[in-house]
């Protein structure tokens, strides 16, 4: 009884910490790991730093930059503008998502079949709701490309829908990008050794 009560609230802390509420989605990893890349530069110049602005861009900006070298880094991946055989450079975007399609929706028509008789109740009146129409999205991507001819090698793309557009909360920013970093590096091969 004990074990499966241990096994229960492990399976619940790792189902609740895959749903992020961020999409991420990498590109495959192929054509990175066959052109044996070790060194990197990035494709632009930092934002300068003391710039006072409310564009997320220069809060964003400082922690890509750190968060992307580090998760490099620790794949043996080298910063070093002189031998870099590939670029890193990223896009932040905003986008626009339709509401996710009705459970109810067959994969012929997207209109919900009609159930006789069936009670809806006020949670899927929620979700109907929540879920329905176009909702604004914070988009990044990664994009690596070779240096030689400057054709993209590797690309990840993490998508987040924005709950609340005139909260920009910095230490918030920091916090999931770390996280989501992580996440959108973990396909990527291990440098090859030397």
Same mark, same amino acid.
């Given at each position: 009884?004990?074990?499966?009560?241990?096994?229960?609230? @492990? #399976?619940?802390?790792?189902? #609740?910490?895959?749903?992020?509420?961020?999409?991420? &989605?990498?590109?495959?990893?192929?054509?990175?790991?066959s052109?044996?890349?070790?060194?990197? &530069?990035?494709?632009?110049?930092?934002?300068?730093?003391d710039?006072?602005?409310?564009?997320?861009a220069?809060?964003?900006?400082?922690?890509m930059?750190?968060?992307? *070298?580090?998760?490099?880094?620790?794949? @043996?991946?080298?910063?070093?503008?002189?031998?870099?055989?590939?670029?890193?450079?990223?896009?932040?975007?905003?986008?626009?998502? /339709?509401?996710? /399609?009705?459970? #109810?929706?067959?994969?012929?028509?997207?209109?919900?079949r009609?159930?006789? *008789?069936?009670q809806?109740?006020?949670?899927?009146?929620? *979700?109907?709701?929540?879920?329905?129409?176009?909702?604004?999205?914070?988009?990044?991507?990664?994009?690596?490309?070779?240096?030689?001819?400057?054709?993209?090698?590797?690309?990840?793309?993490?998508?987040?829908?924005?709950?609340?557009?005139n909260?920009?909360?910095?230490?918030?920013? *920091?916090?999931?990008? /770390? &996280?989501? #970093?992580?996440?959108?590096f973990?396909?990527?091969? &291990?440098?090859?050794?030397?």
């Open positions: 009884m004990r074990i499966t009560k241990i096994v229960a609230y @492990g #399976l619940l802390s790792l189902t #609740l910490l895959a749903c992020s509420g961020v999409e991420i &989605q990498p590109a495959d990893t192929d054509r990175f790991a052109g044996s890349y070790r060194f990197y &530069q990035w494709r632009t110049e930092p934002l300068p730093s710039v006072r602005s409310s564009d997320p220069y809060a964003i900006d400082p922690v930059r750190r968060e992307i *070298n580090a998760d490099l880094m620790s794949k @043996g991946y080298v910063l070093n503008s002189e031998r870099a055989q590939f670029t890193v450079g990223y896009i932040l975007m905003n986008g626009m998502i /339709t509401g996710a /399609t009705s459970d #109810l929706a067959s994969n012929i028509s997207p209109y919900p009609v159930t006789p *008789n069936r809806i109740d006020q949670a899927s009146v929620d *979700n109907a709701i929540a879920l329905g129409g176009v909702k604004e999205t914070n988009n990044i991507i990664i994009q690596f490309n070779d240096k030689t001819n400057n054709q993209e090698i590797w690309s990840v793309t993490l998508t987040k829908i924005i709950e609340d557009a909260n920009i909360d910095t230490s918030r920013i *920091n916090k999931n990008l /770390t &996280q989501y #970093l992580k996440r959108a973990k396909s990527l091969p &291990q440098a090859p050794s030397s």
